[in-house]
C-alpha cells in the first residue's frame, strides 16, 4: 500500500503576456511505507514542481494525488485537514525556511499537535532536537546561532514534528559543504529505518541520490522518462537521458576522467519538442521519436522507462539498425 | 609545465572586525605553472576565496594582505591604481560562482565583452566586435553574432556561465581565477564548462586556478590540488596522487565524507565531526586537532608545519596513511 500516490499529474503556470506552460506534464509516482524515492533531473524539468503539488502548494490541473488514501487538497485560506498533517515538505534554504526572530524550540513546537500541554510539549521538543543529532539546550536559542547543516536538521526536527508518515525534501542538501551534506543524508536514512518513514527526495546530485534513495525516477521536460531500484538504474540504464545524467556526474577518485557532456539544453518546457521531449538532445535518436511521444512501460523487473529503443517494433521501422543503451563502460 | 607564472609566498589576510582584525588566510605558499590547472579545495569559510581575491586587490575594505605574490615578476599585492587595473582583467582573467550576479543585467552581452578588449587591448569598435564574436565561439556559445545583441536573463545558467568566461578572456590573460565556476550549474552543464577550461588550457595556454569545494570537478581537471583548511595550506600535491593516497587526515576526512559514483551505495558516508572553526575561534595548534580521529597530544600545541616529499607536502606529524 503506497503512502502517496501521484496519477498523471499536470501543473500548468500561466504567464503574463506569454504562453501558459505546464511544467509538469503527466507524471505518475507511488511511494511506498518506509521508502526512499528520488527524483532526479535538470533544473527546469518540473521536478519542484511536482514536489509543491504533492503537498498541496500547488495547484494540479490534471490527475490525482492520493495521500494515505485522501486527496491532497491544495491550500487555500481554509484550514488544512488535519488527515493531510502526516504529509510535511522541507525546503532547500535552511537560512531561509526558518524565522531568524524565533527560537528553534519555538519554531520546533508549532508543529506539535495542539492540545498537548506546555511541559508535555518541551519534552517532544528536545526528544525532536535529539532525534536530528542536536543538543537540548538549541532550544532556547535562535537559528543565526546554527552552522547550514544544523539548520537544515531543525527544519527536519520541525517537519518530524507532526508525526509524518512521508516528509518531502526539495534538494534538502544542495547548499551545504560535504561534511554536512554527509550528515544530513545519514541523519535521512536513519530516521526512514527508525521511523518507517516515508522520504520524497527531490535532487540535482545524482551521487547523492544514488547513496540514500531505494527508488529513482527521472524527470525530463516535465515527465518521468525512466525510474526503477537504484543499483540497477545506476548499473545499467534504460534512457538515453538518464545515462547521460549518470555519466556527467564527476568522480573525485584522482583518475582525470572527464564528465560526460549531454549536448544542448533544456528546451522551453512553454514549447516542449514533438514526439519524444528529448528527441533533439538524444544520441540515439530514430525517426520514430520525432513524431511519437513514447509511454511510460514496464522494462523487465520493477523498472519503467519511455524510450522507443525497447519497442522492437519501432526500432525496425528506424533508420538505425539496433541502437541498445549502454551502461558506461 | 616548468615556468611558473604565479609564485605565491607567506601570504596573510587579515579582516577587519568590531575592535581589531581576524586571520582568514594564514601564511600561504604555493606555485601555478604555465598552462596548469591548480586547484584550490576545502570547506566554505577556510580561505579560499580570500586567499585569491587579494591577488587582484578585490579584498572587502578594510582588509590588509601581506607577503608576496609575484606574476611575471610583478608584485601583485604591491600594486595600486593603473597598474593594478591593468593586471585585472589584463594579466589575470577571473569568474564567479554566479554568473546572474557577475554579468550586468542591462548591458548587452557584446558591449560587456567589447569593454575590456578596447579597454586593455586599445583595439577600435569595429574589431572588438569581431573579437567578442570570436571569443564566444571560442567558449562554445551557439550563434555568437545573436549573442552579441543579447542580454543576459535570456541565456541559461550553463551560457551565463560561458559568456562570463568569454569576457574573463577577452583581454586575451594567461591566467585564468575561477571561483566556484560551476556550483550553481546542473550536473550536464557543469561538464560542459569543465570541458571548457580544459580545452582553453590545451588551447592557449592559459593557466587556471580553479577554487572548488567538489573533489569531483578537481578531480577531472586539476593538475594540481592544495587543500585549505582554517586559513592554511594543509596539503598539496599532484591530483591522482592525493586524492587516491591524501596523506593529512582532514583530506582523507573529505574524501571519506563524499558520495563515490564508483563505489557501491551502501558504502557509507562518513561526515567530519563538528564544524569548521570560525575565523575568530580557529584552535590553537593543529586547527583541525578538535575534529581528527588521530590527534596526538602535540596536536593541540603545536601548529604543524608543512613537510615536503617530492611534489607531496602535507602539514601532519601523523601522516597514518603512509603506503605499505
Known amino acids: 500500500m503506497s503512502v502517496l500516490e501521484i496519477d498523471s499529474l499536470e501543473v500548468t503556470y500561466e504567464r503574463r503576456d506569454r504562453a501558459r506552460f505546464r511544467a509538469v506534464a503527466g507524471a505518475s509516482l507511488a511511494i511506498g511505507q518506509g521508502e526512499i524515492v528520488g527524483l532526479v533531473g535538470e533544473s527546469g524539468c518540473g521536478k519542484s514542481s511536482l514536489a509543491r503539488a504533492a503537498v498541496g502548494l500547488v495547484a494540479p490541473t490534471a490527475g490525482t494525488i492520493r495521500f494515505e488514501g485522501r486527496p491532497v487538497v491544495p491550500l487555500t485560506r481554509r484550514a488544512r485537514s488535519a488527515d493531510l498533517t502526516r504529509l510535511q515538505l522541507v525546503f532547500q534554504n535552511p537560512y531561509s525556511s526558518l524565522n531568524p526572530r524565533r527560537r528553534v524550540g519555538d519554531q520546533v513546537g508549532d508543529g506539535i499537535a495542539v492540545g498537548t500541554g506546555r511541559s508535555g510539549k518541551t519534552a517532544r521538543v528536545v526528544e525532536l532536537l535529539e532525534l536530528v543529532g542536536l543538543s537540548s539546550n538549541a532550544r532556547s536559542r535562535y537559528p543565526h546561532e546554527f552552522s547550514g547543516g544544523q ?81 540497477a538504474l545506476w548499473a545499467d540504464p534504460q534512457h538515453p537521458y538518464t545515462e547521460a545524467l549518470i555519466g556527467a556526474v564527476p568522480h573525485p577518485d584522482g583518475t582525470g576522467t572527464m564528465p560526460e557532456v549531454l549536448p544542448g539544453e533544456v528546451p522551453d518546457p512553454a514549447m516542449p519538442p514533438r514526439g519524444c521531449r528529448f528527441h533533439p538532445r538524444c544520441p540515439h535518436v530514430m525517426d520514430v521519436c520525432r513524431t511519437d511521444e513514447p509511454p511510460l512501460e514496464p522494462i523487465g523487473e520493477s523498472r519503467l522507462a519511455a524510450c522507443w529503443l525497447h519497442a522492437p517494433e519501432a526500432r525496425n521501422e528506424s533508420s538505425m539498425p539496433r541502437a541498445p543503451v549502454h551502461p558506461r563502460a | 609545465m616548468s615556468t611558473p607564472l604565479l609564485e605565491v609566498e607567506e601570504l596573510r589576510v587579515r579582516l577587519p572586525v568590531r575592535g581589531g582584525s581576524i586571520s582568514v588566510v594564514d601564511g600561504v605558499d604555493y606555485v601555478v605553472a604555465e598552462s596548469e590547472v591548480f586547484g584550490v579545495a576545502g570547506e566554505s569559510g577556510s580561505g579560499k576565496t580570500m586567499s585569491v ?88 556559445l551557439p550563434d555568437p553574432e545573436r549573442a552579441l545583441r543579447a542580454y543576459p536573463h535570456q541565456f541559461s545558467g550553463g551560457m551565463r556561465q560561458r559568456v562570463a568566461i568569454a569576457i574573463a578572456l577577452a583581454a586575451e590573460p594567461e591566467l585564468l581565477i575561477a571561483d566556484e565556476p560551476t556550483t550553481a550549474l546542473d550536473v550536464t552543464v557543469q561538464a560542459g564548462i569543465i570541458r571548457l577550461l580544459d580545452a582553453l588550457r590545451r588551447e592557449r595556454g592559459l593557466s587556471v586556478v580553479l ?31 592525493l586524492l587516491r593516497h591524501p596523506r593529512h587526515p582532514y583530506t582523507k576526512a573529505l574524501l571519506d565524507a563524499l558520495p563515490h559514483p564508483e563505489l557501491p551505495a551502501d558504502h557509507p558516508l562518513v561526515p567530519i565531526a563538528g564544524t569548521p572553526p570560525a575565523p575568530a575561534a580557529v584552535p590553537e595548534g593543529c586547527a583541525f586537532h578538535p575534529r581528527c580521529d588521530h590527534r596526538l597530544e602535540a596536536c593541540s600545541v603545536v601548529v604543524p608545519e608543512l613537510v615536503h616529499d617530492g611534489p607531496r607536502a602535507f602539514a601532519c606529524p601523523v601522516d597514518p596513511f603512509v603506503r605499505a
Open chain 1, 151 to 231: 539548520r537544515q536538521r531543525i527544519a527536519i526536527a520541525r517537519a518530524l514534528a507532526a508525526d509524518p508518515s512521508l516528509i518531502v525534501l526539495d534538494e534538502p542538501l544542495a547548499s551545504l559543504d560535504a561534511s554536512a551534506q554527509a550528515q544530513v543524508a545519514n541523519l535521512l536514512l536513519d530516521l526512514s529505518q527508525r521511523l518507517s518513514l516515508s522520504l520524497l527526495l527531490i535532487s540535482h546530485d545524482l551521487a547523492i541520490v544514488h547513496h540514500v534513495a531505494d527508488v529513482v525516477s527521472v524527470m525530463y521536460l516535465g515527465k518521468i522518462v525512466e525510474s526503477g531500484a537504484t543499483e
Open chain 2, 53 to 140: 581575491l587579494a591577488l587582484i586587490g578585490l579584498l572587502p575594505s578594510g582588509a590588509t594582505a601581506s607577503g608576496r605574490a609575484s606574476f611575471r615578476g610583478l608584485d601583485l599585492l604591491a600594486l595600486r591604481g593603473r597598474a593594478l587595473r591593468d593586471i585585472r582583467g589584463g594579466g589575470i582573467g577571473m569568474v564567479f560562482q554566479d554568473p546572474m550576479t557577475s554579468l550586468h543585467p542591462m548591458l548587452s552581452i557584446g558591449q560587456q565583452i567589447e569593454e575590456p578588449i578596447r579597454q586593455h587591448l586599445g583595439v577600435p569598435r569595429a574589431g572588438a566586435r569581431r573579437r567578442a564574436a570570436e571569443l564566444l565561439d571560442a567558449v562554445r
Open chain 2, 211 to 241: 577554487i572548488t569545494h567538489d573533489l569531483g570537478v578537481m578531480s577531472a581537471i586539476a593538475d594540481r590540488i592544495a587543500v585549505f583548511y582554517a586559513g592554511r595550506v594543509v596539503e598539496t600535491g599532484p591530483r591522482d596522487d
